[in-house]
């Protein structure tokens, strides 16, 4: 499992995987952050696309082409809004990021880069973002072949360390459930 996913820092516009995520808003359009920066590097054609959608639900995930970025797709994915953990925050990120692997199942996409969905503007505390992804996508990838890889995109130095924490926290417990 270890070798399928891993944590990069950087600019996930630069990355070349298969398909990057877009912390995306329920209307698809640009906006500020991961959002902003990946529909400039895509170019116009981007939201042309995502204008046609008709916008997505908290918590579910659209495709689009990946235009001028170096990734193939763009899935978009709207995470929730924070508010404590009391309006099922948990449940709608974790099914955005389960979406979002079923989007790149789907269409053979073998690798994929996520940012952290909802932890900007939208308020969701990194630290308890990262163990819902990361539980999600190591459970999603114990079932599955496809995507072959996972990158969890950090930008912001003191990112790294708490995001990579999680995952490997996340895959010690998946080990040790394994194990039983």
């Not at 820092?9 to 329920?26: E, F, Q, W, Y």
């Not at 970025?69 to 990021?97: F, R």
């Not at 053979?108 to 973002?129: K, V």
């Not at 163990?131 to 996508?137: E, K, L, P």
Request: glycine share 10%; aromatic share 6%.
């Amino acid at each position: 499992m270890r070798e399928r996913i891993r944590v990069w820092k950087g600019d996930i516009t630069t990355l070349a995987v298969d398909a990057i995520v877009n912390a995306a808003n329920s209307r698809l359009m640009p906006g500020g952050g991961v959002c902003g920066a990946i529909h400039a590097a895509a170019g116009p054609e981007l939201l042309a696309e995502c204008l046609q959608l008709g916008g997505c639900p908290t918590g579910e995930a659209r495709l689009t082409r990946g235009y001028r970025l170096k990734a193939k797709y763009v899935i978009h994915a709207v995470g929730p809004i924070w508010h404590g953990g009391s309006q099922n925050e948990a449940q709608l990120l974790a099914s955005c990021y389960r979406q979002s692997l079923e989007l790149a199942t789907a269409h053979d996409i073998q690798s994929i880069a996520f940012p952290s969905i909802s932890t900007g503007i939208y308020g969701y505390p990194l630290e308890r973002a990262a163990r819902v992804a990361v539980q999600t996508i190591v459970n999603y990838l114990a079932e599955h072949d496809v995507p072959r890889e996972v990158v969890l995109v950090v930008y912001a130095d003191g990112d790294y360390p708490i995001v990579d924490r999680a995952l490997r926290e996340g895959l010690e417990a998946f080990k040790g459930g394994a194990q039983r």
